[in-house]
């Protein structure tokens, strides 16, 4: 297995995430699961055939948990990088676009540049990288806060596939709003 330097002096959690995953030697079998969280110092919680796994991430966030979805084989990773915005108010709303630039520019400075998506509901934004092994996508949720999400690039592809003619007003990566 290759080395992976996980944090940079001074290096912004999320996004050191995001580089080690883009590198990290994927297979997108269920021992993946465990191979990243070793890599990533993380704490792999008990196996559920039903849910899988709970991950905890040692991100600096309130709730620090990454959610593999495993179905025969994984298909993604959905990681919280930020803690809820209140974005009932002005403030809130700003509090989550200023964090969102912040996390999409460190991330573009070690990923390269990203495909933006504009979303017609939620946030409104997603940033997305396209690598041989990994689909990284960083996206904004009104209610829960700053996500990113590895995806297995075939997965990705279907979901594209399956959602082509539908407009983003109901789902976005499966996420039902």
Known sequence: MAKYHVMHEGG????DLAAVAADFDWTWSETD???FAAV???D???WSPDSGSSIRTHLPVASPLARPFVDGNLKYVHIGVSDRFDTEDQAGK???YER???LGRGMKDRLGD?????????FGLRFCWSRP????ELVGYSRQGIHLRLTNPEYEAWMQMVTADDDDDGWVYGYER
């Open 100 to 102: 969102f630039k912040q």
């Open 40 to 42: 990533m110092g993380w």
């Open 44 to 46: 792999l919680g008990p």
């Open 114 to 122: 990203a495909r933006i998506e504009v979303l017609r509901r939620g």
């Open 133 to 136: 092994l990994v689909f990284v």
């Open 12 to 15: 912004e959690p999320a996004v």
């Open 94 to 96: 700003e509090a989550l």
């Open 33 to 35: 699961v465990g191979r």
